[in-house]
């Protein structure tokens, strides 16, 4: 795993816990704090596929999730500039058309792209529970405060 990503894991996650770090005011959120990265991002996903539309599998606590008229999920990270594309759908890449194009706008606005195997890795710096840095980094938090 990058040592930025457990960076991350570990700025986010002081307890060592998977807990939503909206719970936690003395958090910093140094990563794009007025969207303006995010909503270029997102206006640049939408001229590239006009028919982008708001993804299902976040509650948009650490995370955006985007889909793309194919079907390709894209995740964007609220906590620092990391993305997931299509992470664990299992289809072929050759079904994905415009996930090279998608992955290259997001790249343009800095984020990084995490492979599969990045987010499949266990997010050490949580030592309550276990984690995936996917679960870290994109996913929503069932024990989250509403």
């Not at 990563?31 to 993804?55: F, I, K, N």
Request: aromatic share 8%; net charge negative; glycine share 6%.
């Amino acid at each position: 795993m990058r040592s930025h990503i457990e960076t991350v894991i570990g700025h986010f996650y002081p307890q060592r816990a998977l807990c939503s770090p909206l719970d936690d005011p003395s958090i910093v959120w140094p990563w794009d704090p007025s969207h303006q990265c995010l909503r270029a991002t997102v206006e640049a996903l939408r001229s590239l596929d006009p028919s982008l539309r708001p993804g299902t599998r976040g509650q948009l606590e650490v995370s955006e999730e985007l889909v793309l008229g194919d079907g390709v999920r894209i995740q964007l990270s609220f906590l620092s500039p990391f993305a997931a594309v299509d992470f664990d759908r299992m289809r072929p890449l050759a079904d994905r058309s415009v996930t090279p194009k998608a992955v290259s706008v997001i790249e343009s606005f800095g984020y990084t792209v995490l492979s599969d195997e990045e987010l499949r890795a266990s997010a050490r710096g949580i030592q309550v529970g276990s984690a995936r840095v996917w679960d870290c980094l994109f996913a929503p938090f069932p024990e989250a405060s509403s």
